[in-house]
């Protein structure tokens, strides 16, 4: 069973293809399906791959096709669409084989872009949209979730819910979330009816953010690469619901649709320690769009993700 994230985001060639060498597992969803995260993972570990030394990772985009069972393995097959001196561009398409019917089903399909490293003409970089503390001076999620247990702020019913639904991702890596955020002090949206600093913003201009790092060593570039896709993958679905009084249950479905990442500083170390901030830029039409930048502690930015999801009102059975 793996226990670390290199091992989580791991890969074993078969012929022209790589295979997950475990089975994925789920996170911020109650159905039997996996968190998105690993397909997302998974195909850039593969295209990392098959990347000649020298290339570094500069954007991956993709559509989510259907859920990734976490009942078998993840199939990623790279394909270089092109190759030149400074480029190389690998569609990746993520497939399951169904255990019952034996058919293999399209999961996801991924562009994957990487660039030889250039010299800068200019260096500069936003910064996160307000202050938050460093994360020395955060308390770490364990701790954070077992004093407001101890507070009687939630209950272990909730704290049992919280566990099942973000266990995994304390189990990988470590996440001190920042006291001035709304998901920090709302418990992940758990705690709808908490009224938070941000009260009075407009949705747009509500924000939530944590430090993390990887828990366990990472060896390559592909496995740090993994790594980032994996984790910049967290909250984003969810996220207006968090920041608007909202969970799970007040919605019929609320999922990833597509992604994407863009990396701003070659060969990221995720296991040193890094702020991520999540704010949402849109909601309506039964989807939202949220967005999730990365800095290091120098206060570089990183990388950032965008994602547009579906947020579908629940049914009349649902509701009643």
Same mark, same amino acid.
């Given at each position: 069973? /793996?226990?670390?994230?290199?091992?989580?985001?791991?890969?074993?060639?078969?012929?022209?293809?790589?295979?997950?060498?475990?089975?994925?597992?789920?996170?911020?969803?109650?159905?039997?399906?996996?968190?998105?995260? %690993?397909?997302?993972?998974?195909?850039?570990?593969?295209?990392?791959?098959?990347?000649?030394?020298?290339?570094?990772?500069?954007?991956?985009?993709?559509?989510?096709?259907?859920?990734?069972?976490?009942?078998?393995?993840?199939?990623?097959?790279?394909?270089?669409?092109?190759?030149s001196k400074s480029f190389i561009t690998y569609r990746v398409a993520v497939e399951q084989n169904d255990p019952s019917t034996g058919r293999v089903h399209l999961c996801m399909e991924m562009l994957a872009d990487f660039h030889r490293d250039e010299p800068?003409?200019?260096?500069?970089?936003?910064?996160?949209?307000?202050?938050?503390?460093?994360?020395?001076?955060?308390?770490?999620?364990?701790?954070?979730?077992?004093?407001?247990?101890?507070?009687?702020?939630?209950?272990?019913?909730?704290?049992? /819910?919280?566990?099942?639904?973000?266990?995994?991702? !304390?189990d990988l890596y470590e996440g001190r979330p920042c006291p001035e955020g709304i998901t920090t002090q709302n418990m992940m949206g758990l705690a709808k009816t908490v009224k938070t600093s941000q009260e009075e913003l407009s949705p747009t201009a509500k924000?939530?953010?944590?430090?993390?790092?990887?828990?366990?060593?990472?060896?390559?570039?592909?496995?740090?690469?993994?790594?980032?896709?994996?984790?910049?993958?967290?909250?984003?679905?969810?996220?207006?619901?968090?920041?608007?009084?909202?969970?799970?249950?007040?919605?019929?479905?609320?999922?990833?649709?597509?992604?994407?990442? !863009?990396?701003?500083?070659?060969?990221?170390?995720?296991?040193?320690?890094?702020?991520?901030?999540?704010?949402?830029?849109?909601?309506?039409?039964?989807?939202? %769009?949220?967005?999730?930048?990365?800095?290091?502690?120098?206060?570089?930015?990183?990388?950032?993700?965008?994602?547009?999801?579906?947020? !579908?009102?629940?049914?009349?059975?649902?509701?009643?």
């Amino acid at each position: 069973m /793996a226990t670390t994230l290199a091992e989580h985001v791991s890969l074993q060639k078969v012929h022209d293809h790589y295979v997950s060498t475990h089975h994925p597992q789920k996170m911020g969803n109650s159905a039997p399906i996996a968190y998105g995260g %690993y397909a997302i993972a998974l195909a850039i570990h593969a295209a990392s791959k098959s990347t000649p030394d020298g290339f570094h990772l500069y954007s991956a985009f993709g559509h989510y096709l259907r859920p990734v069972s976490i009942a078998t393995n993840v199939i990623c097959t790279p394909v270089k669409l092109r190759q030149s001196k400074s480029f190389i561009t690998y569609r990746v398409a993520v497939e399951q084989n169904d255990p019952s019917t034996g058919r293999v089903h399209l999961c996801m399909e991924m562009l994957a872009d990487f660039h030889r490293d250039e010299p800068s003409v200019l260096a500069f970089s936003s910064e996160p949209t307000r202050s938050y503390s460093h994360w020395r001076d955060c308390v770490p999620w364990n701790q954070l979730v077992e004093d407001w247990v101890k507070a009687g702020k939630i209950s272990e019913p909730q704290f049992r /819910a919280f566990n099942t639904l973000f266990g995994l991702s !304390r189990d990988l890596y470590e996440g001190r979330p920042c006291p001035e955020g709304i998901t920090t002090q709302n418990m992940m949206g758990l705690a709808k009816t908490v009224k938070t600093s941000q009260e009075e913003l407009s949705p747009t201009a509500k924000s939530s953010a944590d430090w993390l790092r990887v828990k366990h060593p990472l060896q390559t570039d592909g496995e740090q690469m993994a790594s980032l896709g994996f984790i910049m993958d967290g909250v984003l679905s969810f996220l207006p619901l968090a920041h608007n009084h909202m969970f799970f249950e007040d919605v019929g479905v609320c999922s990833s649709l597509d992604f994407a990442l !863009r990396v701003f500083k070659p060969q990221p170390k995720m296991d040193e320690w890094h702020l991520r901030e999540v704010i949402n830029h849109h909601a309506g039409n039964g989807r939202t %769009y949220s967005e999730s930048k990365l800095w290091d502690e120098g206060g570089n930015l990183v990388a950032s993700m965008t994602q547009q999801s579906i947020l !579908r009102v629940p049914t009349k059975a649902a509701r009643m």
